[in-house]
């Protein structure tokens, strides 16, 4: 099976370039992120045509979690369990193929120290929670998206000036090892060693072409599902596109 992750900064606005690569990248999964779409908008005829099943929530502008597959969706889970219908739209969960799939937008944190970066460790802590509450690490599990934290040096095009840095702060890191603890092995790091390789770039000052860019997009398995994986790579094709996403697709296979 073959399962992506890709925060595609607006499906409508990236619906040509999402189906393009749906058909060259012929994934069996895919976990998009900031669809930026309210449900009602969402374009799921355009992608059963395409021959895939959408399981969806978002909002208006911004936010907006999916996921895509060839496969039947399953006891989909939307947002955390006890959030109210005005939370904001981040988490997805479904059964896919026998694999227990939760697929993330965390906070962005918009800079240290404000309200906005204590509600995204707060939101990582209960994301651990929700694993502790809801999975076993004996079953197949994947936890994917955009995590808007770079966890390693290697993860960051130049560590020195990001030390400290929204990212790549330290509180950051501490919140998403604690979630990685559950149980979860960085799949891409596992298949690829310490290779340099990001998810996303700047728009701004040529970061892209310059390769200055951070490895915040994941795919974590647990230990049952690490075994079956062959394969994890970051897709950087679609970010060479006119007016493309500042994410790059992060593709995973397994046995």
């Known amino acids: 099976m073959k399962i992506a992750t890709w925060n595609v900064n ?4 990236r619906m040509p370039q999402l189906l393009e690569w749906l058909a060259r ?19 799921e005829f355009e992608l059963k045509a395409a021959g895939y099943d959408a399981a969806f929530v978002g909002e208006k502008s911004y936010n907006g979690v999916a996921i895509l597959s060839r496969l039947p969706i399953e006891n989909v889970q939307l947002n955390f369990p006890d959030d109210g219908a005005e939370a904001p739209k981040r988490l997805i969960a479904a059964t896919v193929g026998g694999v227990r799939i939760v697929n993330t937008y965390i906070p962005n944190g918009t800079e240290l120290g404000s309200d906005k970066f204590a509600f995204k460790l707060d939101w990582l802590m209960r994301l651990r929670r929700y694993f502790d509450s809801t999975c076993a690490q004996s079953d197949d599990v994947l936890l994917c998206g955009d995590f808007n934290v770079a966890p390693e040096p290697t993860d960051v095009w130049n ?15 501490a919140a998403i090892t604690f979630v990685k603890q559950w149980g979860f092995c960085d799949l891409f790091r596992k298949l690829n060693g310490e290779v340099k390789e990001f998810s996303w770039w700047d728009y701004r000052a040529g970061a892209f072409q310059h390769d200055h860019g951070l490895r915040i997009d994941h795919i974590w ?35």
């Open 25 to 43: 990248a012929n994934p069996d999964v895919v976990c998009l992120q900031e669809t930026k779409s309210v449900d009602a908008n969402f374009p």
């Open 10 to 13: 607006s499906i409508n606005v």
């Open 221 to 255: 398995t647990s230990p049952k599902l690490t075994a079956r994986g062959t394969s994890c790579v970051i897709d950087r094709s679609t970010r060479k596109l006119e007016k493309p996403s500042d994410h790059a697709p992060v593709i995973a296979e397994f046995s």
């Open 159 to 173: 560590p020195a000036a990001w030390e400290g840095k929204l990212h790549f702060s330290k509180p950051e890191r």
